[in-house]
């Protein structure tokens, strides 16, 4: 087998064997804890720019099938893992893992210890790597790794957006029955696609919502011509401040229609509103992060991808008023507005992969689209 090395920009170094394409790639190391899901992971756009550690020690059991996509191909830079299963044991499955990597151009590595290196990113933070097959000096790597971009200050959001011809929004994908329930449209929305998730559509279409999907550049005046009864802020990878362009149009839609945020869409709400993003030391990445609604006391177990954190605080005038909390850093996952209709989540309760707790969620961005006296998709 190929020899491959991962190092980081610590000085850190990582040897194992490659699989998936061979060749070299540079991202953000970050460690996610989810023991099932690899296939929703690899297909995040969230995950734009970085190098993702699962931290269970066997991927790949039960391989890959083309239904479990969230987006139109895989986005991570790199995927590391302790041990790549050979054995795929899955009547869904239609290639493995390392073949669907080579298919996707994607490189990755096997063989390494993911416990120390995970210990290693929670005491450092998260740390700008390099996965190599074609240069094995670990010094060189390092420098690498030192000199390669990282998310800060990137825009990646254009780099996932979806474009004209794209099949992202494959109307099978939409429209099977068995995936989506699809019921008559109540209402429609406008989403607006940062790196947005096949699951999201699914459940806002669940729930009688046809959705426009904008590109995040798209304007004020574009958005409202669709006559939306709702507005919906995607997911989506990277340091949410560059991203600029859709916190203003965000900004002047505030209190026109309903808004709900997720992840990517509850920062730039956030930013909208005056307030300011950090980063978080090594970020929130797993199925199994515990978060407790501040107003019903109950805690869900939830799925989460972002590497960035909203200041509740910096918001000015007291405008919005924390709902979730994370219960492992007590940072803001939840926020709502005191007067106009707009909220948000930084988790996903769309999962996939992950549990199903928070899916409730969906059905308070109806009901405020109802009492708002939503009834565009079945007027016109």
Known sequence: MTEALLALESGMVFRGRAFGKPGESEGEVVFNTALTGY??????????????????????????????????????????????????????????????????????????????????????????????????????????AKASRGVVGVDLVKEVAARPGDALFDNLLLQDPARAEARTAEFRVAAFDAGIKLNILRELKKRGCAVTVFAPTASKKDVLAAKPDGIFLSNGPGDPEVVSYLVETVRSLIGEVPIFGICLGHQMLGLALKGKTYKLKFGHHGANHPVMDLDTGRVAVTSQNHGFAVDVDSIPGKAVRITHLNLNDKTCEGMQHREAPLFSVQYHPEAAPGPHDSQYLFDKFTGMMRRAGGRHAQTD
């Open 39 to 144: 296939q929703e992971i690899l297909t995040d756009p969230s995950y734009r720019g970085q190098l993702v550690c699962m931290t269970y020690p066997l991927i790949g059991n039960y391989g890959v099938n083309l239904e479990d996509v969230e987006s139109r191909r895989v986005f991570l830079s790199g995927f590391v893992v302790k041990e790549l299963s050979r054995v795929v044991s899955n009547w869904r499955s239609t290639m493995s893992v390392d073949e669907y990597l080579k298919k996707e151009g994607i490189i990755g590595i096997e063989g390494v210890d993911t416990r120390a290196l995970t210990v290693h990113l929670r005491e450092k933070g998260a740390q700008k790597g390099i996965i190599s097959t074609t240069d094995l000096d670990a010094a060189s790597l390092v420098r690498k």
